[in-house]
Each structure stands twice: as structure tokens, then as C-alpha cells.
């Protein structure tokens, strides 16, 4: 199977079996570093490329992909996690549930580690703000899940109880909450709707004060349910895209796909990922989506208020809203520069703005044992993913239990 630039990447590939080692192999490691150098030469300028997805993230630190790449070329981290732009108002929300109202919140375990805007009392280290499981700490029922289907579960086991999903994700997390949601949830079970639609927020960066990337590697898993004729505005804005998969081969011709664009001087929507993607998508999944949900404004913590870019409960799904049926519990940040803790460069870092080794936080107050900011708490977070794989080098300091904080290499 030839690649259309020129490479077989599909050599060793035994029919429609997908063996990972294939789109692992060295060799076709070795070929796409050398063809992404021979172009990166041809354009003879520094590059910046942007992804937005936290499992890209994780792969390109695994992998050390960065170190392969030459050094005109940057790839950044846009807005890659869900948990991490979600806004802050969602998480204060859900401890209210949990604290004041007496409902059992749920949600995947990253989530409940995510520090809202309400300041932990009695909190030594500075500006440090409660989650979930501050909320549990102090009596509330939070309990970490694997699914909505778990939660709705335990609501058909405690029908006495109030249950609530923290529903929070990009494209391919909502697809279950509709699925969930259209085969009929438990009367007492109810979601906070905090789910993310993904090309608005793409539509919106190259807008922005600053920003300033050639092109985006699209997120695989995401287009496979949208397809990926909603990044057509991409190419119109004049950015290269692609849709990328997610072992190394997949990343590395994508990215060389991009720099191919840039180098012809003719921006398209590619698909990279052509094993899983289909143009228009998954049909039967986006149908059951729009049955349930439709279109809303939504704020991406430290991005923008971005239209469209949020998924709401059509009027016939309202009662499975914890907003409407809690409507006392909700709460509103009135100051968004208080969307993070004070110090925290994570709004910086979701725009690509900044590298999370720029945060003088990162490695020292903040780490994944104990994140201060958004991006440091899921695995999808950007600095956490930095920290797990050191990505900056020499850059983390390791504090002991004396206190110590000697620098360490990485
Ligand atoms: S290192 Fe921590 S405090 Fe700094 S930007 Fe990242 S998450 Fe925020």
C-alpha cells in the first residue's frame, strides 16, 4: 500500500488486520524523520503546528516524536483536553451538588481532581481552589467512574438518591451520554452538560491576538464521529490540516503531510488516518447525538466564550439537565481572571502560547501528585503529559519530604 507521498507506509500491514508494531516500526520511523527534514529544508522557515488533542500529546512525549523533528519545526498543544477547558463555573456546580444539595456526583476520576474557582479553606500553599475530591473530603458523595453507563447504574441501584454525571468531553464522549440519554436514564439520574464540540474552537484560535501556527493535526478518534468536512474552514483560512492518527507513523506522516501543504503553498483538509476516518463520519452515532443535543455557546476555561461550540439538551432531554433540576445550585464565576489559580500559565499553555515548562510553577508546586492547575491534573493535560515524559528537560525539581527541592534531570 504506497502512501501518496511517496512512501509505502502500508508494507507489513496483513490485510484489514491493524498490528500496532506496524505504525510503530523503526524503519518507517527513520524514512518519515528524513522526508519531513528534506521538506522542512525546502521551506526554509521555522514552522509551528498545532494539535489539540491530549492523546496526541501523550504519543508525541511516548515517543519522544519531538526529538525526530528538525529544529524548524514546532509542534504545539493547542486545547487538548476536555477536563482542562472546562469551564470553571461546571466544577462549582458539582461541588455545590455534592456539598449543599446531597447528590451523588459522578465522573471520570480526572475530573473530580480539577480545581474549580472556590478557595480551599485552611489551604497553606496559596491560591489553591477545591475540586471534587475536596468536595468528597468534606462529606460530599463524589464517586469516580469509568462511564455514563456506571453512573446511570448506580442510579437504578439508589433510586432514593439523586444521581448526577459530570459529563464532560470532546466528540466522542458525548455520543454515550446520548446514547445513555435516548434508551432511557433512571427518573433520579441527571447530567451537567459539559461537553465539547471541537472546530468552533479551531474556527476561533487563528483569530486570536498572537496566535500564530501554519497548520493543525486534527484529532482521529474525534473526526471518526464527525468525519472531516466540519475543518473545511481550516484550508479557507489559508492553515494546512490533516487528520492524524495516533502511533508514531500515523503522527509523523501527518505532520509531514502538513509541511508538504505549506511547502506547495496550498493548504487542504487531508485525512491521515484513513483506516478509522471516514469522510462523513459515524452516521448512526451523530444521529442518536443530534436527537439528544443541539448546539450552545460554551466557555473554554482560559480560551474564549465560543459560539456553537458546546453540546445543550434539546427540550425534550431538559429534565435530564442537573442545571434545571438544581437550578439553586448554580453558580457563576463573577470574575473570569480568577479562572485560574494566581501563577498558573494554563491559559497560555491551551493556546500554545506557552510551553508549560515556561509556567514557573511547573515541576515545583505543581506536579501530577499535586496539580495547582487544570492542565497538570488529567492525563490528557498538557503539563502533565510534560512531566510524565520530560519533556523539559533539567526543568523539574523533585520535592522531597525534608522540603528540598534540588533540581533533578529528567
Ligand atoms: S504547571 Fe501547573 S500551574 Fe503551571 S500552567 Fe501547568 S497546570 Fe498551570
Redesign the pocket.
Known amino acids: 500500500m504506497s502512501d501518496q507521498n511517496g512512501l509505502d507506509v502500508g508494507a507489513g500491514v496483513s490485510g484489514a488486520v491493524f498490528r500496532p508494531g506496524d505504525y510503530r516500526a523503526a524503519t518507517w520511523v527513520r524514512a518519515l524523520a528524513d522526508r519531513i527534514a528534506e521538506t522542512a529544508a525546502r521551506l526554509d522557515r521555522p514552522v509551528k503546528l498545532m494539535h489539540i488533542c491530549g492523546t496526541h500529546e501523550h504519543e508525541i512525549g511516548r515517543y519522544g516524536l519531538r526529538d525526530l523533528l528538525p529544529d524548524t519545526v514546532e509542534v504545539l498543544a493547542g486545547p487538548v483536553c476536555p477536563v482542562?477547558v472546562c469551564d470553571s463555573n461546571w466544577i462549582d456546580l458539582a461541588i455545590g451538588l455534592a456539598v449543599d444539595e446531597g447528590v451523588v456526583v459522578t465522573s471520570f476520576g480526572d475530573m473530580l481532581a480539577v480545581p474549580g474557582t472556590v478557595p480551599l479553606r485552611g489551604e497553606a500553599r496559596g491560591d489553591v481552589r477545591m475540586s471534587l475530591l475536596d468536595a468528597r473530603a468534606r462529606g460530599g458523595d463524589v464517586r469516580a467512574v469509568t462511564s455514563i453507563f456506571e453512573a446511570a447504574r448506580i442510579a437504578s441501584e439508589r433510586p432514593e438518591r439523586q444521581v448526577v454525571f459530570f459529563s464532560v468531553g470532546f466528540e466522542t464522549t458525548v455520543v454515550a451520554t446520548a446514547a445513555v440519554l435516548l434508551r432511557g436514564a433512571p427518573p433520579n439520574f441527571s447530567i451537567i452538560e459539559a461537553n465539547y464540540y471541537t472546530p468552533p474552537a479551531t474556527h476561533l484560535l487563528p483569530t486570536l491576538p498572537g496566535f500564530d501556527v501554519d497548520g493543525f493535526l486534527l484529532p482521529g478518534h474525534a473526526t471518526a464521529i464527525t468525519g472531516t468536512g466540519v475543518y473545511r474552514h481550516l484550508p479557507e483560512q489559508g492553515l494546512a490540516c490533516a487528520v492524524a492518527g495516533f502511533e508514531p507513523v500515523d503522527i509523523l506522516l501527518a505532520v509531514l503531510e502538513l509541511l508538504e501543504q505549506l511547502a506547495r503553498g496550498r493548504p487542504r483538509l487531508a485525512n491521515r488516518y484513513r483506516r478509522v476516518v471516514a469522510p462523513e463520519g459515524n452516521l448512526r452515532a451523530l444521529s442518536e447525538l443530534v436527537r439528544v443535543f443541539g448546539p450552545t455557546a460554551m466557555r473554554w476555561r482560559g480560551v474564549a466564550d465560543i459560539p456553537a461550540s458546546g453540546y445543550r439538551l434539546r427540550p425534550a432531554y431538559r429534565s435530564a439537565s442537573a442545571q434545571a433540576r438544581f437550578p439553586g445550585a448554580a453558580s457563576a464565576t463573577p470574575d473570569r481572571v480568577r479562572e485560574?489559580?494566581a501563577?498558573?500559565?494554563?491559559?497560555?499553555?491551551t493556546l500554545g502560547l506557552?510551553r508549560?515548562?515556561?509556567?514557573?510553577?511547573?515541576?515545583t508546586?505543581?506536579?501530577p501528585d499535586n496539580?495547582?492547575?487544570?492542565?497538570?491534573?488529567s492525563h490528557e493535560?498538557?503539563?502533565?503529559a510534560?512531566?510524565l515524559y520530560g519533556t523539559a528537560r533539567g526543568r523539574l525539581r523533585v520535592e522531597t519530604a525534608g522540603g528540598s527541592d534540588a533540581h533533578g534531570t529528567v
Open positions: 482542562c485560574h489559580p501563577g498558573c500559565r494554563c491559559a497560555d499553555v506557552a508549560p515548562d515556561a509556567c514557573a510553577l511547573f515541576g508546586r505543581c506536579s496539580p495547582y492547575g487544570p492542565c497538570m491534573v493535560g498538557t503539563c502533565r510534560w512531566h
